[in-house]
């Protein structure tokens, strides 16, 4: 065998071994912390608020409490009072920003394709989710007429891409 290999092979181990112990190391760090999230607050556009908290967006309250071990924001009954907590939309990976059970409006952020048509993010309210592995996304929750914007408050503009950028079902 060649000095090459033998190298390309010995690096090749350790990087995969050195993956393993990593990824054991990070599951026992995420049950850890999920143990320690049910006593812990949730957020809000990156603020912490404190569980039984009860917050409005959106013309609708949202009470913060745990869902599976986790911080979780749930949906209350509609209310006539302007949001007591900003609401940037989602704009970017709801990730450290948001616990999951948020809504917002959406954004170009949002945008997707099916086929090869766009589906402008904008026209929808999309919540926050959590997958199995605990990572957060958004997931469409209702059309944008759901979502009552306060006096003044800036509206989603309407996506800048057009269908020509979607191939087969893929934003490009």
């Known amino acids: 065998m060649s000095r090459t290999r033998a190298l390309t092979l010995l690096a090749t181990a350790a990087v995969t071994a050195g993956g393993l112990e990593l990824g054991a190391g990070t599951a026992a760090a995420g049950t850890r912390m999920a143990a320690a999230g049910a006593s812990a607050g949730c957020v809000w ?7 039984g908290a009860t ?8 009470s913060c409490g745990t869902a599976d071990g986790a911080p979780y924001w749930s949906r209350g009954q509609a209310v006539n009072r302007p949001s007591t907590v900003p609401n940037p939309g989602a704009t970017t990976n709801p990730a450290h920003l948001f616990s999951a059970g948020v809504h917002q409006p959406g954004t170009d952020y949002n945008d997707y394709c099916v086929g ?7 026209e929808d309210v999309y ?14 929750a209702g059309p944008t ?10 509206h989603p503009l309407p996506s800048w891409r057009s269908a020509s950028l979607c191939d087969d079902g893929n934003l490009i």
């Open 55 to 62: 917050v409005v967006a959106g013309g609708r309250s949202f």
């Open 45 to 51: 556009a990156g603020t912490s608020h404190e569980q």
């Open 145 to 154: 007429s759901e979502w009552a914007f306060d006096q003044g408050a800036d």
């Open 127 to 140: 919540q926050v989710v959590v997958d199995r592995n605990g990572a957060r996304y958004w997931k469409v």
């Open 116 to 122: 090869s048509q766009l589906i402008d993010g904008s």
